[in-house]
């Protein structure tokens, strides 16, 4: 009975789908050797909470904290416990004590708001109970030059004050951003198809590093060496749509999506080559392997590696107090597809060894049936998700019923 | 409501797996850093039929054409409609007209059927209406030799007549048969962990090449070569659980699971190397890569590669008319596992485009949480799965409703 109910919810979650999208099996009959199209809208998400079966921690409690948020790509969490989430279009909303302000955060600039461009990503200054900066990637309008732009704006606990763009690359894709441990801003920019992640006078394909005002540090790799641009700390990404500093060594973690398989993680080394699109896991869209072998000597490894894909976005590795048994050993990445029907998003939380070394993933919340943007540990030990969605949703996931206890043996 | 549904269907089927295995959960909690248990009992399947959702083929309906098989392990269509199936424990079941005949098929040689070891695959003779011969590959008692045997018998309607062991290795594992478009039996011996797959003078790892009387084909790579085994067709293979001719090409395709990560399916040619355990895409188990760089020169690189692993089983080439959006563009690979919770089981569409590239993958069946361990296609043009359990059902997998009209777009 349990699974014919299964097999029927997911028919009535992919009808609702088949009418929002206008029939997508009738269209693919054609052309069975075309892939498939990358943009799918998810089935409507309930009210939740909804109780989630995993692994490790074995009952958790999903509940939605807010929806009403367009295309939100990423979160921060102010010291007062105010968020902050940036909408693709270009707005930056607050949610208070889970309420999402109606009126959007004045001061945010101006960016090109098209297809998967947008307003991107949120970073803290280290010292923001001080500065109150609050910084941001997107992509700027064509008119305004193009390319990344990296701005940062003073908090005043309604609006950001005094923004003002303090880097911009002219070339490649807004990605993420993220502080190390170093103090310094590290700003992902992404490649896509073209050459400019291997040339080193590009800022496409590049993760940069810039010190908190956007000039460049004089310890940088490349500084001084003719034909490289200052600001680059590592080349050859693709779509770098995740990246934060492992707690437990201070290494700079990022991911990047590849094309059909090859989703990785790398460790971010100063100066290192991560080899896009020169060596890939992955094959282009349409079939042929993106690079015979997946190895070249002088390009670096992925630490983690998807084949397929899950169109890996944000990440975030937990040291929370609220599961004891994910604190310290995981690192939850996000995913925007996995697999055809039913069309399914999700998070993996990929488990490491005591040195580091992943030991095997777990796919959750599939469930939801929600394509996943951001994934980030909140001050409160929960772990928080965005949706990619045009009516998106901020979700908070919990502990749901105690554990059962351990059998004795 | 559809979500809720699904979350306590999960829980049902959660709970009855718990139950019956003693708590899990509570098992690992002591261990976080131990890879996890390979073994688990899934959920009990239902009585069906079930109907599910999937990608180019939207309605699939899969019915139990018979429970009450111990752990099967693979299916062959006799021309009269007559199905045999192994059971691992080393008996041979007869499925006629949908019914599984109580009594075991007698003249099966001994097994050693300890673990995961015993009667294997089963593979017809090319010429079999005239010749009826059934070959077996199975594992060995150890007081017969050990190793890989591979037997034949004639099968005379309800039992196997003068079965002879044709061919044993005396190392390595028994793994799938199969006959080659060029009339010679392949039979495939798994490697393991040790160095085996790469020493050529044992069988160990190896994809060997036979002629039907198990002697020694004169045109195999390495007759007369000093050192090597004369039946090595190809080495450096770890568990080669997968076997099938492409009937677009006419090669012979073999998949193998990694460890942790690095299942793969693999372009058989002869005289080459797959590199286990030399190069691979997969991590062991507990932690490690198996190898800084998964290529190295002169070893062959896999056609489809899983991280993380799928566990893979079975596969079969889709060349019927039941299914026209699969016919001639799709493999079918069983997957024993997939992540961590809900257990779950699943077969994978791997989709070609015309140049026989892949182009992606749809997981399907997850929906039923069973592990699979053999897909076939049978000569009525459905597909074929057998379910690796105590209590293991053989299913067909049929159309389901007709598929909704494509909207005038």
Sequence with gaps: VALLTLAVAAADAQQAQGGRQGGRGGRQGGGAFAPPPINWPSPPLGDGPFLIESGDERNLKVVVVTKGLSHPWALAFLPDGTMLVTERAGRLRVIRNGVLNKTPVSG????????????????????????????????????????????????????????????????????????????????????GGGDGPQDPNSYSG???????????????????????????????????????????????????????GGDELNIIRPGRNYGWPVISHGRNYMGPKVSESPWRDGMEQPEVVWVPSIALSGMAFYTGDRFPRWKGNSLFVGGLREGEVPRTGQIQRVVFNAKGEEIRREPMLRELHQRIRDVRQ????????????????????????????????
């Design 108 to 191: 945010v600039p101006r960016v090109n708001g098209g297809g998967l461009s947008g307003l991107k990503d949120l970073a803290l200054h280290p010292r923001f109970t001080q500065t109150r900066w609050v910084y941001m990637s997107y992509d700027k309008p064509a008119d305004a030059g193009g390319g990344m732009g990296v701005s940062r704006g003073q908090w005043n606990g309604t609006s950001l004050r005094g923004v003002k763009e303090i880097f911009a690359t002219g070339d490649g894709g807004a990605m993420r951003l993220a502080f190390g441990r170093d103090g310094m801003l590290y700003a992902a920019v992404s490649g």
């Design 378 to 409: 909140g001050p409160d030990g929960y772990l928080y998700l965005l949706t990619e969605e045009e009516d998106g949703a901020l979700l908070r996931i919990e502990p749901g019923a105690p554990a059962a206890p351990s059998p004795a043996r």
């Design 206 to 260: 590049k993760i940069l590093r810039l010190r908190d005002d956007g000039t460049v540090p004089p310890d940088n790799p490349f500084v001084g060496r003719a034909g490289y641009l200052p600001q680059i700390y590592s080349m050859g990404h693709r779509t770098p749509l995740a990246m934060a500093v492992n707690p437990a060594t201070g290494d700079l973690w990022a991911g990047e999506q590849g094309p059909n």
